[in-house]
C-alpha cells in the first residue's frame, strides 16, 4: 500500500506539473491563482517533509494542514487543510484502510469544506468531483484501494461542471457567462486521484 510520504511525494510532482493548465482554468472565471496556490501547499509538504512524515498518520496529517494553513493564502489553502485533517481524523479511526474507510475519510472531507465554505453539489466547486470520487469507491468491487474508478468519477464529475453555474467564489458574479467552464479545483481532484491510480 501507498505511503502517505509517498502519496503526497507523487501529488506534488503531477499538480507542479499542472499549475498553469490549473491557473488558465481559474483564471477564465476566478482568480488565476488556484493551480499556484495548490502547487505551493504540496510543495510546502515536501520541503518540510521532516515535520510529518515519521509520524503516525493521523498526527502527520494533522500537521500538513497545519502547515498549508499557517503558510498558504485564500480560501484553497483553507480548503486544502480541512481535507487533509479530515481525511487523516477518519482513517486513524478505522481498523484497516479500504475503498470504504477511504470513501468515508473523502466523505469526512466534503462535509468539513461545506461547513467551512457553504458549498452543495451542482455549485461548480471541488465536491462537485469529490462526491463522484467516494461514490465510486463505496460501490467499488475491488478487494484493493480502488483509485481508477476514483478517478473516472471525479474526471466526468470535473467535466460536468462546465454546465453549472457557480454559487461561490468570483465565478459566482459571473452568472451565466461561468457556463462552459470547468472548474478549477475539481479538476486539482481529478488530477489527484489520476496520480494515485497511476
Known amino acids: 500500500m501507498i505511503t502517505l510520504y509517498q502519496a503526497i511525494d507523487k501529488i506534488n510532482k503531477k499538480i507542479s506539473e ?7 482554468m481559474d483564471a477564465a472565471i476566478g482568480d488565476g491563482d488556484f493551480g499556484s496556490n ?4 504540496f510543495n510546502l509538504l515536501m520541503k518540510r517533509e521532516n515535520e510529518w512524515k515519521d509520524l ?7 500537521q500538513c494542514g497545519k502547515l498549508v ?3 498558504i493564502g485564500g480560501s484553497s489553502g483553507q480548503l486544502i487543510a480541512i ?5 487523516g481524523d477518519t482513517l486513524d479511526k478505522a481498523q484497516t484502510i479500504n475503498n470504504k474507510t477511504l470513501a468515508d475519510a473523502i466523505e469526512n472531507a466534503v462535509k468539513g469544506i461545506q461547513h467551512l465554505g457553504g458549498a452543495k453539489p451542482g455549485e461548480k466547486t471541488l465536491i462537485d468531483a469529490m ?3 467516494y461514490e465510486a469507491l463505496k460501490s467499488s468491487a475491488s478487494n484493493e484501494l480502488d483509485f481508477k474508478a476514483a478517478y473516472i468519477a471525479a474526471r466526468k464529475g470535473a467535466e460536468a461542471t462546465a454546465n453549472m453555474k457557480a454559487n461561490r467564489g468570483r465565478a459566482s458574479y459571473l ?4 457556463l462552459g467552464h470547468q472548474d478549477a479545483g475539481s479538476n486539482a481532484v481529478a488530477l489527484i486521484f489520476q496520480t494515485l491510480s497511476e
Open 56 to 62: 503516525p498518520l493521523k498526527q502527520a496529517m494533522l
Open 18 to 24: 499542472n499549475t498553469l493548465f490549473l491557473n488558465q
Open 38 to 41: 495548490i502547487t505551493n501547499a
Open 69 to 71: 494553513s499557517f503558510n
Open 83 to 87: 481535507s487533509l485533517m479530515r481525511i
Open 131 to 133: 462526491i463522484p470520487a
Open 175 to 178: 452568472g451565466d457567462r461561468a
